[in-house]
């Protein structure tokens, strides 16, 4: 009873842990299914086909290609601009401030389905043929404030004495920048870039607004799913998943290990002795 | 007479980064801003203005301008109930995600010791399958026949006899959804709180229970305004669960918007209950942001 | 750079100041740093002494006034182009570059060829030559504050700036590169210009000390002058701990100023009083104090100030102890007793005599009260200790 209560916290957080999970292990049990009709959502027997010929249905893996592409690309140019307003936002003065702040917050605010609409609304006015550039423009328009809350926040985060340091130690603005500001708040704009792919890559309502024809990864579930989706689509999710999760494990057993490195300190030398000596 | 007590902590110099004045601040915003300018806030200006719009007598799916504020009227009359539902749903589907989430942040930011790494990315690693894909995943799970339907049933529990395509499972998709938007910023506020500081409260007497309340809870305050904002939002303007795992009974705002837009072509009803959810989630977030007293979201 | 080609040259400031809106942080400053000194700049937080070594460094612009070394002006030079580094307070270290490459950052961003044997040389000087490839975050306080010293060093400034560079570091470590970097500056001869607020830490490694309040110096001189001779109230607090005791003058008896003060009179020799008004300080400073079993009193001579009291508190440390004296007007003194003799101590309750060398007492204008520069929180501190004695229930 005391063991319970005192572990009480620990065995709710990994009830919900599993339950985070739940739907992950049926996309990836269904993936070795070989369901009994239409509708693959429950287990029938197992098979390894879908896994081996992964592209076997036709759309399922150029919708994957396309979600690719919209990504790189709406990530690169997002990132971009993005950065640069944080840099913009954190060192320097300019007029309009507030209204800056608002037009990155509003979007963070509103929900999907507004701001599809709303591009829709513009694109169909402006008889703006849609399609991959249309899903483009759209995912690094909502990319962006992502970017900037992520990099703003590394930029705010960084002692300003290691730019002096460097002011001090002979390094021009130019050189500041180069050698100390920006290799300090790249982790960030990786960072901001990962969450930006990843939101670009898993995007359904904006995209399937602004798309025309164009099929996504995601449009093309959303159209299976009411004739059924093929096993396939399970795997190459699994597929996604597994690789996305071996990544952030890498770089988190990568900081354990620089983590664990401080952990062991070194001697302390006396420097007296050393001095008179030289 | 001065003590000569040694002063721990050096005096801080004013040392924060100058922000510089000049042309290069606005070359930096100025890319960015109009990319945000242009696809984000002009957007919403047509959006207005095809909210407004009439329809051409004859040409069924054509519209011309106009200032037809009838739409919005018309609109909210046929629509009320998708509104009021999508409101209710996301409004128990955030307190659910918050009851479901605290336990977790808390565990994560006080007593997960060299786990915590590793938890965080857990928190986050089902946001790497598919959306769409983890919702449909629920269809199974709630399934008629699956052992979570027949256990309920048994204990006559479900007034349906079933969760599938009830209201019940698209709150349960919704909650489970967004559910890591409530961990995370929950775990940040909860990780600046100092442990010692409710060993303190324990040490003035306060109840594990007393300390909660007078102490951890109001500290995590900005987690819990900012994770249920980042909850209720997305979750007010969903369709994907409504659709997946709901009937046609369970349609949220999302659906209604969707469908008029790209199926029906009745832009300016689609519009305008655009611009109402928008105004609605503005209005909810400025208010509940004074009340709750945390305005740096940003 | 100060290389053999080149001898050290003197900084001077001249009538610099600058002011953050309408408050001045350095008010018309006017000061010589001898080349190859060790100077100290000492004060409370908030007194300016930071800003002064920013502006040396060119990190903040003055509002007024100029910097040179030797004849050359360096006001409008920016920071990366002036022959001046700094040890940054907490140090600064780049986190993403190792203690090789965080030394070298100098060297490098002025193309200077053979990086690495001048590394290598300064390291080894610091004794961290095995840590050249970590990272500043691997290394324990101690050894981060003497990557900081190398990394400036190695560039051989004119002048060093170094800002609280020990603040950081526990009492023990602190002493032990006290003496590290008095050591340093001696074998490089360099200008060291060193801001701190601990008054125990500028007296050990400056020889000249300059005590900042306000934006202004008040006082500037070797460590041991300021100590014995303060010439403000400011000083006199700031600087160690004095018995300050408010007074009127009261005429002359040959070479010594006399003050009389709750109908005591004190003799204070006619050049150490720097009183100039009607109002007058009479100091001294704890250690120099004896203090007497009131039978005792005949044993006081008759050159000496004196006080009666009644002893209230005694705290036995080991080197000394230290007596709080209760006046008969209500002012508790301060005397600190080496302990040299075993036993005879006074104890709490005793009718003494406390009494002084006139040689030690000092006079200050008074027209500011006697407890400027008091740290505000001991000020408090000892309010509300009278506070809690005021209320203590009758028992």
């Known amino acids: 009873m005391r063991w319970l209560r005192r572990n009480l916290i620990g065995i709710i957080a990994i009830l919900v842990l599993v339950y985070l999970f739940i739907p992950i292990a049926v996309v990836i049990a269904l993936s070795f299914n070989n369901p009994s009709g239409k509708f693959n959502t429950s287990w029938n027997e197992f098979s390894l086909d879908a896994w081996k010929n992964i592209c076997g249905v036709p759309g399922v893996c150029s919708s994957f290609v396309t979600s690719i592409q919209i990504g790189l690309v709406s990530t690169l140019i997002a990132t971009l601009l993005g950065s640069m307003i944080a840099f913009g936002l954190v060192r320097y003065r300019f007029r309009g401030r507030g209204t800056t702040n608002l037009l990155i917050f509003l979007p963070m605010a509103t929900p999907e389905v507004v701001m599809g609409a709303s591009l829709l609304a513009l694109f169909l006015n402006l008889r703006f043929p849609l399609g991959m550039g249309t899903v483009m423009v759209a995912h690094i328009m909502f990319i962006i404030s992502f970017v900037v809350v992520t990099v703003k926040a590394r930029l705010q985060g960084m002692d300003p004495r290691l730019e002096e340091a460097a002011r001090d130690l002979y390094a021009s603005p130019r050189a500041t920048f180069r050698y100390v500001t920006f290799p300090l708040v790249l982790p960030g704009i990786i960072g901001a870039a990962l969450l930006g792919f990843s939101l670009s890559f898993d995007d359904f309502i904006i995209s399937f607004f602004n798309a025309g024809t164009l099929v996504t990864f995601p449009i093309f579930i959303w159209g299976a799913a009411q004739r059924g989706i093929p096993v396939q689509v399970n795997a190459l999710a699994t597929l996604v998943f597994v690789v996305a999760l071996l990544i952030v494990l890498g770089a988190q057993f990568v900081g354990n290990r620089r983590r664990k490195a401080l952990e062991a300190p070194v001697p302390e030398p006396i420097l007296v002795d050393r001095l008179s000596r030289s | 007479m001065v003590a000569v007590v040694p002063t721990s902590a050096a005096a801080q110099p004013a040392s924060v980064m100058a922000q510089r004045r000049g042309r290069t601040g606005y070359l930096l915003l100025f890319p960015g801003m109009a990319w945000l300018a242009v696809f984000f806030a002009i957007p919403f200006v047509t959006l207005f203005l095809t909210s407004l719009q009439k329809p051409i007598p004859g040409k069924p799916g054509k519209y011309t301008s106009g200032l037809q504020f009838s739409n919005y009227a018309d609109a909210l009359v046929e629509y009320w109930p998708q509104f009021l539902r999508s409101f209710v749903y996301a409004g128990i589907a955030t307190l659910l995600a918050l009851v479901i989430a605290y336990p977790l942040a808390y565990f994560i930011a006080f007593r997960a010791g060299r786990w915590r790494g590793l938890m965080l990315v857990l928190v986050i690693a089902p946001s790497f399958a598919s959306f769409l894909l983890r919702t449909y995943a629920w269809k199974t799970i709630l399934a008629d026949e699956g052992v979570i339907t027949s256990t309920l049933n048994s204990l006559h529990l479900l007034p349906d006899g079933r969760i599938l395509n009830t209201g019940i499972a698209v709150v349960a998709g919704l909650t489970y959804n967004f559910l890591p938007f409530m961990i995370l910023p929950l775990y940040a506020a909860l990780e600046r709180v100092d442990p010692r500081l409710i060993e303190a409260a324990g040490d003035l007497y306060a109840s594990p229970q007393t300390a909660f309340r007078k102490v951890t809870w109001p500290l995590s305050m900005p987690g819990v305004v900012a994770g249920t904002l980042l909850t209720f939002i997305p979750a007010a303007g969903d369709y994907i669960n409504a659709e997946l795992l709901g009937s046609t009974k369970d349609r949220m705002i999302g659906n209604v918007i969707q469908t008029n837009f790209i199926e029906f072509r009745d832009y300016p009803t689609a519009s305008a209950l655009s611009i109402v959810l928008m105004a609605a989630i503005l209005v909810l977030v400025f208010t509940y942001i004074r009340r709750a007293g945390t305005e740096d979201l940003v | 750079m ?361 006079g200050l204008d008074g027209s500011a009260g006697t407890s400027v520069g008091v740290d505000p929180e001991v000020l408090a501190l000892e309010a509300a200790a009278q506070a809690l004695i005021a209320d203590a229930p009758e028992s």
């Open chain 3, 2 to 362: 100060a290389d053999g080609s080149r001898p050290v040259e003197d900084l001077h400031l001249r009538n610099l100041s600058k002011k953050f809106g309408d408050v001045a942080a350095v008010d018309d400053l006017t000061l010589t740093i001898p080349a190859g000194s060790f100077f100290a700049l000492l004060g409370a937080s908030g007194c300016g002494k930071t800003t002064t070594l920013r502006m040396v460094a060119g990190l903040e612009d003055p509002t007024g006034g100029t910097i040179s070394i030797g004849d050359k002006d360096i006001t409008g030079l920016r920071a990366f182009e002036r022959p001046v580094n700094t040890v940054f307070q907490s140090y600064a270290l780049f986190p993403h570059l190792d203690i090789f490459e965080n030394v070298a950052f100098g060297l490098r961003r002025r193309k200077v060829k053979d990086v690495s044997a001048q590394v290598e040389q300064m390291l080894a000087l610091v004794e961290l030559g095995p840590m050249a490839r970590r990272k500043p975050a691997q290394l324990s306080g101690g050894q981060q504050q003497r990557v900081a010293v190398a990394r400036a060093l190695i560039n051989r400034p004119d002048v060093l700036l170094l800002d609280e560079p020990l603040g950081a570091l526990d009492l023990k470590l602190r002493r032990q590169m006290q003496i590290e970097l008095k050591r340093i500056q001696v074998e490089v001869g360099t200008t060291f210009v060193h801001v701190t607020h601990d008054q125990e830490e500028a007296m050990t490694m400056a020889d000249t000390v300059a005590v900042m309040n306000s934006g202004r110096i008040e006082q500037l001189g070797h460590p041991a002058d300021i100590y014995e001779l303060p010439r403000t109230v400011f000083v006199a607090n700031f600087l160690g701990q004095s018995n300050l005791i408010q007074g009127a003058p009261a005429g002359h008896s040959g070479d010594d100023v006399l003050v009389s003060a709750f109908g005591e009179t004190f003799a204070v020799p006619a050049a150490r009083s720097f009183a100039v008004g009607t109002d007058v300080i009479v100091g001294v400073r704890p250690e120099k104090m004896t203090i007497l079993d009131l039978v005792d009193e005949h044993r006081v001579p008759e050159a000496h100030n004196r006080v009666h009291g009644r002893v209230t508190d005694v705290s036995y440390t080991g080197v000394s102890t230290q007596y709080l004296v209760m006046t008969p007007w209500d002012q508790e003194l301060i005397v600190f007793e080496q302990n040299v003799v075993v036993g005879d101590r006074c104890e709490v309750g005793d009718e003494v005599v406390v009494h002084w060398s006139t040689q030690h007492t000092f």
